[in-house]
């Protein structure tokens, strides 16, 4: 079974403080994206990357993709309460070309 | 740019009734798809489908039917729900295997009783 492995499964931190999440895994994947879901909501898609050892920025998010590009990395610098929700990766595997997802990290900042 | 509709947004069933979850994208996308959410478990691909025409099972297919009624209209069918069948459900449209990501709707939350 293919799986990617996200951690901490929880994270909960103030309001300024740095932070990282994981998206791990033994397989490689074509491509990795991170989705951010609020409670009520769908995912919505932050960002995609595709070449191992890109890294791309939105904003105070920054997105690392493994050199092997078997996982992958979500910075955030100077959290804020609005960055709080569940962050899903997903990865396209390379050997069947299907999508899979990760089972998120809760991330909760307080004020 | 309305994206992903899916209706209703909630239901509530009894068990052994029936009902079909609606899902319309408008970005010409050629797959969709349908996952299911359930805590610890993560998102689940229950059925897709990669064009017009064609549908496929995923991982948790069972006691779910599907139909791709044109580009933009994917369905779920649950022809006898059961209380198993309680989760959030998920409708999503991507440009081709979804290696560039997915667009997500904003879901449905079913409770069988």
């Known amino acids: 079974t293919q799986l990617l492995e996200q951690s901490p499964q929880f994270l909960s931190i103030q309001e300024g403080e740095n932070l990282t999440v994981y998206c791990n895994s033994s397989?490689?994947?074509?491509?990795l994206q991170w989705y951010r879901q609020e409670p009520g909501e769908g995912p919505v898609l932050l960002v995609t990357v595709v070449t191992g050892g890109e890294v791309k920025k939105l904003k105070r998010l920054t997105f690392q993709f493994g050199d092997a590009r078997k996982d992958s990395s979500l910075h955030i610098t100077a959290a804020q309460p609005g960055d709080t929700g569940l962050y899903l990766c997903a990865g396209l595997n390379l050997r069947d070309d299907k999508i899979i997802f990760g089972k998120g990290t809760r991330l909760h900042i307080l004020p | 740019n309305a994206g992903v509709t899916q209706t209703p947004k909630f239901q509530v069933l009894k068990t052994g009734q029936s009902m079909t979850l609606q899902c319309a994208q408008d970005?010409?996308?050629?797959?969709m798809y349908w996952y299911r959410q359930d805590p610890g478990m993560g998102l689940r691909l229950i059925y897709y489908?990669?064009?017009?025409?064609?549908?496929d099972k995923g991982e948790v297919p069972n006691g779910y039917n599907v139909s791709r009624l044109n580009k933009r209209e994917f369905s779920l069918r649950l022809e006898s729900a059961a209380p198993s069948q309680t989760s959030v459900y998920f409708c999503?449209?991507?440009?081709?295997?979804?290696?560039?990501?997915?667009?997500f709707g904003s879901g449905t939350r079913l409770t069988v009783v």
């Open positions: 999503a449209s991507s440009e081709g295997q979804g290696g560039y990501g997915y667009t």
């Open positions: 397989s490689v994947f074509s491509s």
């Open positions: 970005m010409n996308h050629n797959s």
């Open positions: 489908s990669a064009s017009e025409g064609t549908t």
